[in-house]
């Protein structure tokens, strides 16, 4: 990647490392054992704010919530507030009013105007919040929130539910002279999950960035990142990105065309990746990342299809977990993608290893395609000399603790 | 189903119960096992025919030969031979040459026109038809051939690759009053499975109908059954569908409009559906065969998409195994179909359990759920009110030996 020299990578930092930032996180009593299950992100200044949302029909109430005060607040938020344990999904008329609750309990604690504050959940679907707890909860947090890097630990514990390890990034870079930082913090058992009620994300800045932009930036990075990783096709009643611009680094207002944008942009496209292929690493059972690059499509989108669609294969995903060479499933999966594709000009690369050259299969050693297979991350670069399209896609293995940790989960 | 008085199923019966058809099996060494790998019907007129293929941009070599002597043989065959344990997919231009081979050598076998002969393969993907067995194996085949029961027996083993059970079924009605018999055999391990180059089915019948009513009937037919199983969603390169009417039978020749076509096709209709879902129920690993019907959908064809969408979950078909009444999977699973839902009147029934009204939970008995799940057969019932809309989808449940088997298949 050239375009990591653009900015630099902060192992130690946390989301919040952006000046302005403030988080933290306890345990009010969702989950049944004594692990943090609620948490806040707090910013001492008004931040431009952007965030997407599931696609799925069937919205959690707390994104209507988070939808509202975004759009009202001029698109800036001080506070968001984030359960797990419950996903406040299905929930009817109660729910809802549950979520506006939150919002006003946080906003009722930090300070704020309800408008200031987004609400999300994660957890079960189909059961009401204890408002109680929750309330007590919120009313705990301002003493939970720090600027350190343990806020950022609380706060990342408290969104987990059943992912293996946090997951967290942080980067920075200069504008205008001045350094920016750019972190981010996510939950998401690599499956998308339904009944965990999946991904949350969230990214926090303190480059100064107007609303829109930020909004523009946003959409643009999660079709290359966040949407690209595909574990079982799932797609979840609560998935959310947002991300908070404090605009307290200094220097000018970023947007299309100023001099640092195109490494504010890969900077912030980093941070997205980061988080996205930690989820996919931390699929539910998974014991490795599988990273599918696609060239030679007739455009980007046909490269992002093709490759979502391979990397969402079952039988390509059962192959890698069994460390079998299996290109006949990859060209398989790229031919029903339904994308425009030469049947006579397909390459296929596992790591350095050719095994398919102009469609035909090609003669490789299998103790090495099988001693590359059993690495903690497995590459299939395919090449449809076709066009100028390209995409990478990210998800893992299917292996027998997919099976056993979904045939078993809610009972 | 009140259609069913309309014909009824003969138990016995085969693809050579028809008349005009025999049918046969041998094995001539594709298999390393000695298990039939070599097979053919032939009908002793020409017989009408029809068929559907793969949607996969990767099409094996011996489904251009197919569509070929059918389209230049005014849509008249009276032969289709068919290989297992070699797909002859992703084989290039000595593929193709091997198919038309095949076709060149079976028509020689029975004395006909090479574009009265069908050819069909069924295996692993990448690797060249070994023709001196092929050929050797055709030249026995008018030996192999019955019109016994016995005939159709070989037959059906001659097609299968890891099917559990070989799948035929034979229904008989009464056009003009003379009695009409239809017949189909199918190959399928279930799951949708690309290296081994899925699904052949094959149906006979004895009707007189003309060949682009029978191609109509074919393709209506086939969206209600053979595209409503979706086991892991993957397309394999071989696929094809192949019906052959002799019109032995005796009465007028068959239509829309005919006295008798609504049977005719309602017999058809079961004889694919029968053969889709066994497939579906012989799913690699299936411990069970999962049934989606969708109701209150705004058309059928949403209808469609949304319960396959469902059938085809990981984690509704993860949940089934594990026997977990787990009703947050299926909402979820249905409001990513991309079809127009009203997110708050959604019924969901597991068999006679109703598990969600107006898309609220509601309480049910848990042990009543898991007998329930734990037997052979799961339906799942899911009413939108939302239109007059409806469809049904079949699958299985994503089981250990699903994973055991893909994972290892190949090596």
Redesign the interface.
Known sequence: MGVVSLFRVAPEGGITAPKGFRAGGLHCGLKKTPRNDLGAIVCEVPAAAAAVYT?????AAPLKVTRESIASGGRLLRAVVVNSGNAN??T?AQGEADAYAMRAAAAAAFGLGEHEVAVASTG????LLPMDRVSAGIAGLPAALAASGEGAEQFCQAILTTDLVKKEVCVKLDVDGCEVTIAGAAKGSG?I???MATMLAFVTTDAAIEPQALQSLLGETTDLTFNMITV??????NDMLLAMASGLAGGGELAPGHADWDAFAAAFRHVCETLAKAIARDGEGATRLVEVTVTGAVTDGSARAIAKTIV????VK??V??A??????I??????AGEP?N??TVDIRLGHILV?SG???IPFD?DEA?AYLKGDTVNIFVDLHNGKGEATAWGCD???D???I??????
Chains 1, 2 share one sequence.
């Open positions: 696609t799925n029909v069937f919205q999904a299905c009817g079960v679907i189909g059961e499956m999950h339904p009944n079982d096709g799932d797609t979840s009643t969402g294969s079952s039988l059962s192959a977990f069994g079998d060479a299996n290109w006949g499933r060209i398989a999966a790229a031919g029903r594709i049947p006579e398919l469609s035909r299969p299998e099988l299917l292996t027998y997919y099976v056993r979904n045939a078993a989960y809610r009972t």
